[in-house]
């Protein structure tokens, strides 16, 4: 069983839509990352969280360190927010990664 | 903000041959870093830690013969893949901490490797 998993596997959206991705550890760590990696494969870091809720334009991540879960948030979806999105504990598990599909 | 640099970004190689891909902190001091692997249609695997100045940390199951580190500064750190054979295909990613930041990563753009 993966340390880290998150949920759905895959999503498809229309542009506009507010999109939620899930992510559950098993493991006690004392802070989170959310990562976006785009087809080419690179990867940028969107957020490090250990408490409560965080912003970033149209992106919001929060999560809860009792029930061991995280949630990364994307209003006002958009095509170009299609990627690959990944959470990871502090002990550098990765998920599974969430396929997202923003279409125009 | 911070930016992480790998080169190359992709390489093709023949079976024994051996690679060595740079992992570079642009804008700042990273006592340490991270290498991982990445299969297709899979999620990312560390392989290792890396330490300025101290030998790197593997993971289990990850050959350190074959995937030699080294950081002997705090601006880069190198993977070499020795004697790479096909199965050794895979894209490979490097992130860093900055030095007296306990938290966030940077993550570099990637380098596929293809071993022919």
């Known amino acids: 069983k993966n340390e880290v998993e998150q949920s759905p596997q895959n999503l498809t959206a229309q542009e506009g839509e507010f999109i939620t991705i899930n992510c559950s550890y098993s493991v006690g760590i004392s802070a989170l990352h959310w990562l976006q990696q785009h087809p080419g494969g690179g990867i940028v870091s969107l957020f490090m969280?250990?408490?409560g809720k965080k912003k970033h334009g149209r992106l919001i991540a929060t999560i809860n360190i009792q029930e061991k879960h995280s949630s990364l948030h994307i209003t006002a979806s958009h095509p170009r927010d299609s990627a690959v999105y990944i959470c990871s504990g502090s002990r550098l598990t990765f998920g599974e990664g969430t396929q997202l599909t923003v279409n125009p | 903000g911070a930016v992480v640099s790998q080169h190359p970004s992709w390489v093709i190689c023949k079976s024994g041959t051996s690679v060595k891909i740079e992992c570079r902190s642009l804008?700042?001091?990273?006592?340490?870093m991270f290498w991982y692997r990445q299969f297709p249609k899979q999620s990312l695997m560390l392989m290792a830690t890396s330490n300025e100045g101290s030998k790197a940390t593997y993971e289990q199951g990850v050959e350190k013969d074959k995937f030699l580190i080294n950081h002997a500064s705090l601006t880069l750190s190198t993977l070499t893949v020795t004697s790479a054979h096909p199965e050794d295909s895979s894209f490979y990613i490097c992130?860093?901490?900055?030095?007296?930041?306990?938290?966030?990563?940077?993550f570099g753009e990637g380098s596929r490797l293809t071993v022919l």
């Open positions: 804008d700042f001091q990273a006592t340490t």
């Open positions: 969280l250990s408490s």
């Open positions: 992130s860093a901490r900055r030095t007296g930041n306990t938290g966030e990563l940077f």
